[in-house]
């Protein structure tokens, strides 16, 4: 399991309301989060923000300092 995986795991409440507060646009099924489907949420986060995977995990790597 990667680093970012555990951060997300561990701070997931947190971050989703970064993100709703951020991007109001994204429902709650963009946001819905499955243990062991990191990789399918940030797929998804990627195509609905238009950014690349790298993006995503600086942005919430951003809001977890």
């Not at 940030?42 to 977890?64: I, P």
């Amino acid at each position: 399991m990667s680093a970012f995986t555990q951060q997300l795991k561990g701070n997931w409440n947190e971050l989703k309301g970064k993100l709703k507060q951020q991007y109001a646009d994204l429902t709650d099924d963009d946001l819905a989060y499955e243990e062991g489907k990191e990789d399918e949420l940030l797929g998804k986060l990627q195509k609905r923000l238009g950014k690349t995977r790298e993006e995503v995990e600086t942005e919430f790597s951003s809001w977890s300092k």
